[in-house]
């Protein structure tokens, strides 16, 4: 493609994205957009894709501050058309000139600068993109709305913490300990032509050294390694799940943190994956197989199942709840994030987190482990849940991350881990995604879960027997209604978010999965 070729697929795809759902409207997230773009479009070659797809995910990084240029220069247009042509001048530092070279209505290249265009564009040649003028929202390129909630998180620096959001994300991995060692599956990759260096956190993690797609090679395919972000991987550990025990992954998704689990259980025990949606819960088979995760049941959380859920009441060693949220975490892989998230989303949430919570928190037995996470930075669906669960249910108890980290991982953990009892991992100190994770242990008595199960039973029973039902002839379940009507606006895991950024279709997307 010629440069103005690219210039006008650039403005295509980041139009489509724009359409659907960027300026706070609900839609496709924008790597299925994209994924879907290029598989219509397979003329354009690899080069060409990575080229256009590195740039939109570059102008969404810095959306913020281009929408404010437009407004500054009294833009006539605030499209993808004029984004993209003021990124070419402030960022790419073009003149009018050569900017008039690309818009020049040649073939397969935008159509010529009309003169309201030429004119707005005109007072931003020889500027950079930041401008004294900027309120720090827009410099940070994050919505004005936001801003105290990652003053909340991080205090005074919150400024240098969200900066590190914008820088592009590496490719990590985590080796499948139930086929390989991470050093023979470094090897297989490096046979491969993928060179990796361990992490400096997870164990059985690998990190490229560049960004490369893997999922095409053999030690992909055969399982020796998946997807997965050094904080998810970090997430999973902390469950401490064992050979023998029984685990439940409440918002298992396509399984992500489960195979992880498994891996450490060396397919002995038993991992129950949950999941709202069983399509979720239907692409995981695959990654189980290719994995070698023998010891997961799947289960949907349903109507047909909501019975059984009842009666597992005190039943698990281990339950992980990995809830939906607003992805603040992720917004290095997921840009338009930042822009599509509304208020009313996180109000939204936090109370559909708190019923999940509740729920999830009757499968544990005593002397048990309840961990939360989230791939959220804001205190108030992490922090604040953790503190309002404790005043809700009294029967648990802060397990501090920083003691637990020290028994179970064979690495040294953060410096700052003992800060807080939580883990708080973020891109700028640990150079993960930014993941919260609180783990909480069980401390009422045997007889207590037993009288929980027996009430469980006896309302199995009434319902059998008659007991008012809702429309669809089941007893009402908040929790699983809760995940149903978060699941529009959840981020619930990230695991295959760390594959390559800018998506080349089409291979695997890099959009939400677990």
């Not at 490369?212 to 972000?229: N, T």
């Not at 807080?420 to 242990?441: C, W």
Request: glycine residues 8%.
């Amino acid at each position: 493609m010629t440069p103005g070729a690219r210039v006008a697929a650039t403005i295509e795809l980041l139009d489509e994205i724009v359409s659907h759902g960027l300026s706070g409207e609900r839609g496709r997230p924008a790597d299925l957009v994209a994924n879907a773009y290029f598989r219509s479009r397979r003329f354009i070659g690899g080069g060409d894709r990575r080229a256009v797809s590195d740039r939109v995910w570059s102008i969404l990084r810095r959306y913020g501050q281009l929408a404010w240029w437009l407004d500054r220069t009294r833009h006539p247009d605030r499209g993808a058309r004029a984004i993209v042509a003021a990124d070419l001048m402030l960022v790419e530092g073009l003149d009018m000139g050569q900017l008039e070279s690309l818009f020049d209505g040649g073939t397969y290249r935008p159509s010529r600068l009309d003169e309201a265009e030429y004119r707005a564009l005109r007072q931003m040649e020889g500027h950079s993109l930041p401008h004294p003028d900027q309120p720090d929202w827009v410099r940070l390129n994050v919505q004005e709305w936001v801003a105290p909630h990652f003053r909340e998180a991080y205090g005074d620096g919150w400024g240098r913490e969200v900066a590190a959001i914008e820088t592009p994300p590496p490719v990590d991995l985590r080796v499948n300990r139930l086929k390989a060692t991470v050093e023979q599956a470094r090897e297989a990759l490096a046979r491969e032509g993928i060179e990796t260096d361990t992490m400096r956190y997870a164990p059985d993690g690998l990190r490229l050294r560049r960004r490369l797609s893997v999922v095409k090679g053999k030690a992909f395919q055969d399982g020796l390694v998946e997807i997965q972000d050094e904080g998810s991987q970090l997430v999973a550990a902390l469950v401490d799940a064992q050979p023998g025990m029984q685990i439940a992954d409440y918002c298992a998704g396509a399984g992500g943190k489960t195979l992880a689990m498994a891996a450490r259980m060396n397919n002995k025990g038993r991992v129950v994956a949950m999941d709202v949606y069983e399509s979720r819960l239907d692409r995981s088979a695959q990654r189980l197989r290719r994995a070698g995760a023998h010891n997961v049941e799947r289960r949907p959380i349903d109507a047909d199942n909501r019975k059984w859920l009842k009666r597992q009441a005190g039943a698990f060693d281990r339950v992980l709840v990995d809830a939906p949220c607003t992805g603040t975490g992720t917004w290095r892989r997921n840009p338009d994030g930042r822009w599509t998230l509304s208020p009313d989303d996180l109000a939204e949430l936090l109370p559909k987190q708190a019923a999940i919570l509740d729920a999830a928190a009757k499968l544990v037995k005593p002397g048990g482990g309840l961990i939360y996470a989230t791939c959220s930075v804001l205190p108030a669906e992490n922090e604040k849940q953790i503190a309002a669960f404790l005043e809700r249910n009294d029967g648990f108890e802060v397990l501090p991350v920083e003691a637990l980290w020290r028994d179970i991982l064979p690495t040294e953990p953060p410096a700052d881990a003992g800060s807080t009892p939580y883990l708080r991992l973020s891109p700028l100190k640990h150079g993960t995604d930014g993941f919260f994770a609180a783990a909480l242990v069980r401390k009422e008595a045997a007889k207590a879960v037993a009288a929980a199960r027996a009430t469980a039973g006896a309302g199995a029973e009434a319902t059998e027997e008659g007991a008012p039902e809702n429309a669809a002839g089941t007893a009402p379940d908040p929790a699983a209604e809760a995940l149903a009507d978060a699941a529009h606006v959840a981020v619930p895991d990230v695991a295959l978010q760390a594959a390559p950024e800018a998506p080349e279709a089409p291979e695997a997307p890099r959009g939400p999965s677990a």
